[in-house]
């Protein structure tokens, strides 16, 4: 192993983001940087009313808007004390898993199969076909698919009618045998390479797949099968974030430990599909199976919709109204990378005091950087060639699906 | 043809957006190869003939970026609110208050816009099958470019009238009152965000119907409409009588905030030894209808061409100044000046030197057996019998205390406080008399 540099430049990953290799002295050192500008949502948003954070919020990133929007909502409703009714959960919890199959799809056709093996045009018609159905039923209940502007603190300004939630209920069920043979393509043709995770500490919200949220705090999430109940005063104690000199972006730990949050940890946390002792060793044990987890939770979470849609039986949300006028509110949601948090602190004139996003790339950058260092050790005592190692750790970086959009929404707020 | 599909600063959202079965027909069907597009993991060539950038300008990077972007692509299109407006993160401010993120149009040139937060996919896609079919998308102009107004100047022979339609702000005040006047020469062209206020194929005015009662000058809050402003008119003839009409005088000590009395003082020291205050009204006989101007005169003629009616023309001495409220007058009369103008004189006095006048050597004859009415149906009464007193048919609304050669008023300028105002000092002056 000589000294040497190497800059990977990662295509196929929202938002650019580059991969540095140092190898000195016999030590593999991983720098997973973000490359776009930073943006500085949580400035933008303080100072303003707090019926702009949603709307400013959802603009973080187009691919997961209606997580960031959900979650922006969900936040001031806790600040200002507002307990939305049954359906009004209901309904936004079906328009964020929603959005996560429609993620999931992109990434598993567009951006992570193509790294296994050549595509069948067929496969490739059927998710497009899938995805078309869920973005038309996005359309139908929240307006469009990002920048989705539904309902606002308190509840839903679009109105919600017995067609629109049966033509979504149509829509899934359609969608169902498609998603279906995509996963029997993913869990018969996908191979993962093996490698072993060297920190398997997840973290999932443990109300996760029932609710991507339980209505009001606090929250429970799930550590390798601890629990934590976190709420607004002490989120900072095990949420540690920290800028690094050469990302755009911040990386975060919790607990001081480096941990990955996403479809493959709320398949570990809350075991809601019973799965083979075999794969669920894989599912543990190896970071390429986020694939295999995103396509099962595809399956699942189309059936959850229905189901969901279905126990409304064409009641209609209302509104809520605060109950008071400033306080602190966080919220913590699954959104499709994984954990979403947003804080906001209003004043008593319900402006914006002070807000704080973490969002899941930011979450599981240190453990991108921590699983590559071990997979190039890997590799090197198995002596590979150095293009295919590249390969390799390409693809693992982008099995954990970062998105960076979301990552550089932030810097420090003076 | 090739395609790149590029993203500077943004949240991805519009290319992720129309990521779509149709796109990728409308690609196959008219040949065309996606060159570069990092999300989908194609980076075939750096050579390419579209690109389709979204997101923002934010950092030197971006810019320098760009700029490469424009030099290898023929057509270069703008994706979403951040590329064709900056975005949200436009709303933070950096270095000289200026914002840090900026729209790719202020970097190099860009052919089309396409606007939304996110896109419209079709509207898009209907663009790029225009692009790729090498059409010109003329129709679709408004949508995809930044739209620039028509800037024009519309004027006479003697440039008195002029409209500045850079100036104008299109709030349509002109257009009103120009129907008012029966005129109907200013009116909108165009249509959406290029909408202007023209005459007829910005014709100029003395080819229309424009009469030159000067009320679009007077209600302009813009100054787009305005007539040749001449106050060394005055000048010319120093030392000569000066004839003014009581609504001048009225609206001048409105507009000033002055007494009446402080006018003629300050008419004294512009150096008027004779002040007359006159009105043409003065030399009507019982028994006919009279036109106040050449305009009410041309309404008049052209709704009873069968009447017979008379002008109203001022006897001012050729070598005197003729103070009117009237643009048509000032027009009309070589010696004649508005109160606008007259205003801008009055304005240079310092106002401590000006004291109040009581005695005056002033001859005027105002006559109670004239009937002013400023409603043509009350001259269609006054055609049909026989009259013991003259009708003056006078068409500003308001009289002529609001006519088109009213001063600037400096006070409250809702249009019925200053009439109020001006009618009460009109009131007083005639009553003191």
């Given amino acids: ?414 | 043809m090739k395609v790149a599909f590029i993203s500077l600063t943004g949240c991805e959202g519009c290319l992720y957006n129309v990521i779509n079965e149709d796109l990728f027909n409308l690609l196959e069907k008219y040949n065309a190869e996606l060159v570069d597009w990092r999300l989908l993991g194609i980076r075939k060539s750096n050579e390419y003939d579209v690109a389709v950038v979204e997101g923002s300008v934010v950092s030197d990077e971006n810019a320098e970026r760009l700029k490469l972007i424009r030099e290898k692509s023929k057509v270069l299109i703008a994706l979403g609110a951040c590329a064709t407006l900056g975005g949200v993160q436009a709303g933070l401010y950096g270095e000289n208050n200026k914002p840090r993120s900026t729209p790719l149009h202020q970097h190099v040139k860009v052919d089309y816009f396409v606007r939304g937060c996110p896109v419209k996919t079709s509207e898009f896609l209907s663009l790029l099958e225009l692009v790729l079919k090498g059409v010109k998308p003329r129709v679709y102009e408004r949508r995809f470019n930044l739209v620039e107004r028509p800037v024009f100047k519309i004027s006479d022979r003697d440039n008195f009238l002029q409209l500045d339609s850079s100036k104008c702000i299109v709030c349509g005040r002109c257009i009103e009152v120009c129907k008012t006047m029966k005129a109907s020469v200013l009116n909108y062209v165009n249509r959406g965000i290029t909408t202007l206020v023209s005459t007829p194929y910005q014709d100029p005015f003395d080819k229309t119907n424009c009469h030159y009662c000067g009320l679009c000058v007077a209600y302009c809050p813009a100054g787009a409409v305005t007539y040749k402003l001449e106050p060394e008119r005055l000048r010319r003839n120093k030392g000569a009588e000066i004839y003014i009409e009581p609504e001048a005088l009225a609206s001048l000590a409105e507009a000033e905030n002055l007494d009446v009395g402080q006018v003629f003082a300050a008419l004294r020291l512009l150096g008027y030894s004779r002040i007359i205050v006159y009105s043409n009204t003065t030399h009507v006989q019982p028994g006919r209808i009279y036109a106040k101007s050449p305009v009410e005169y041309q309404i008049l003629r052209r709704t009873y061409p069968n009447l017979s009616v008379e002008l109203l023309v001022p006897r001012i001495p050729i070598n005197a100044i003729y103070v009117t409220q009237c643009t048509a007058w000032r027009k009309q009369l070589g010696n004649s000046v508005t109160t606008r103008e007259l205003q801008l004189l009055i304005r240079s006095i310092p106002r401590d030197i000006l004291e109040e006048e009581r005695e005056n050597q002033l001859s005027v004859n105002l006559d109670s057996s004239v009937h002013v009415v400023s409603d043509l149906r009350e001259v269609e009464k006054a055609m049909n019998k026989e009259l013991d007193h003259a009708v003056v048919y006078s068409a500003c609304p308001g009289g002529c205390l609001m006519g088109g050669g009213q001063p600037l008023s400096l006070g409250d300028n809702a249009l019925h406080a200053v009439y109020e105002r001006r009618a009460e000092i009109l009131n007083k002056y005639l009553r003191s008399r």
């Fill in chain 1, 1 to 414: 192993m000589t000294n040497s540099r190497l800059e990977l430049e990662l295509d196929r990953v929202a938002g650019e983001s580059k991969v540095n290799v140092y190898l000195i002295n016999g030590e593999v050192r991983v720098e997973y940087a973000s490359q776009l500008s930073e943006r500085m949502f949580e400035r933008l948003v303080t100072g303003r009313d707090y019926r702009y954070a949603p709307y400013i919020a959802a603009r973080i990133c187009g691919v997961c808007s209606h997580a960031h929007f959900w979650a922006s909502n969900l936040a001031i409703e806790n600040a200002l004390g507002i307990e939305v009714d049954e359906v009004t959960a209901i309904l936004r919890d079906v328009c964020n898993k929603l959005q996560i199959v429609e993620n999931h799809l992109v990434y598993l056709i567009f951006l992570a199969l193509p790294d296994y093996r050549e595509l069948e045009a067929g496969i490739v018609t059927k998710a497009i076909r899938a995805r078309e159905n869920i973005k038309n039923s996005l359309n139908t209940l929240c307006g469009r698919l990002s920048g989705p502007q539904p309902y606002m603190p308190g509840g839903f300004i679009k109105e919600i009618s017995l067609q629109h939630v049966e033509k979504t209920i149509k829509l899934m069920e359609e969608s169902v045998p498609l998603v279906e043979e995509i996963l029997e393509y993913v869990l018969s043709k996908v191979n993962s390479p093996s490698m072993s995770d060297p920190s398997p500490v997840y973290l999932a919200l443990s109300t996760f797949p029932e609710r991507s949220v339980p209505s009001k705090g606090p929250y429970i999430l799930v550590s390798s099968g601890e629990y934590f109940t976190i709420n607004e005063d002490n989120y900072l104690n095990y949420f540690n974030e920290v800028k690094s000199s050469y990302s755009n972006s911040k990386a975060c730990t919790f607990n001081g430990k480096t941990f990955f949050v996403g479809a493959r940890a709320r398949l570990l946390a809350n075991k809601y599909v019973e799965l083979n002792s075999e794969l669920l060793e894989v599912l543990r044990c190896n970071p390429y199976s986020n694939i295999v987890a995103k396509a099962i939770e595809s399956r699942y979470l189309l059936r959850d919709i229905v189901y969901k849609l279905r126990s409304i039986s064409g009641k209609q949300p209302r509104r809520t109204p605060p109950s008071r006028k400033q306080g602190k509110g966080l919220s913590v949601i699954e959104a499709p990378r994984g954990l979403l948090i947003h804080f906001y602190e209003l004043d008593e004139n319900s402006r914006i005091k002070s807000a704080n996003i973490i969002t899941p790339t930011v979450m599981f950058t240190k453990h991108v950087e921590a699983s590559a260092e071990a997979l190039i050790k890997q590799l090197y005592s198995e002596k590979n060639e150095e293009n295919t190692f590249t390969k390799y750790v390409e693809m693992l970086v982008r099995s954990y699906d970062p998105c960076i959009p979301c990552a550089v929404h932030v810097v420090k707020v003076p």
